[in-house]
């Protein structure tokens, strides 16, 4: 698998774990090495691994959290840093997101979530990808 398929799926393990509210997938995902970050819609920036998974416990414990379908990904890669722009559909409307990862071990972890709405929706040619098991 080349580096940024790696990094790819790395997103959509993500994605796949906040729409499932799968919070020991999501803990998994998160660097536990590198300082992490993360700045939800109309959220400060939190920092710190003990902020960023109190958030995700308060975003995935909640029935009412909107779901996040993750589509345009786009990945650079910078070494043994990667970021994913793209943009999370929500029925509320769309978001801007960027997830940075960084090489850890074998695979890669997110250190970076930010999104934030967007003034324009974008249009997306391609079909939503299905969701499945990772494994």
């Known amino acids: 698998m080349s580096q940024e398929a790696a990094v790819l799926f790395a997103n959509e393990a993500f994605y796949l774990a906040f729409s499932t509210r799968d919070l020991k997938s999501m803990e998994e995902i998160w660097s536990r090495d590198a300082p992490i970050t993360c700045v939800h819609p109309g959220w400060r920036p939190l920092m710190g691994r003990d902020e960023v998974m109190e958030s995700w416990v308060t975003i995935l414990g909640n029935p009412a959290s909107p779901a996040v379908e993750f589509r345009g990904a786009r990945a650079f890669l910078y ?13 509320e409307g769309v978001l801007a997101a960027t997830n940075t990862f960084v090489k850890e071990g074998v695979g890669w972890k997110l250190v970076h979530h930010h999104a934030s709405p967007v003034a324009e929706s974008p249009e997306f040619p391609e079909t939503p990808p299905a969701r499945g098991p990772l494994m």
Do not use: H, K, Q
């Open 79 to 91: 070494g043994d840093v990667a970021c994913v722009l793209g943009y999370e559909v929500l029925r």
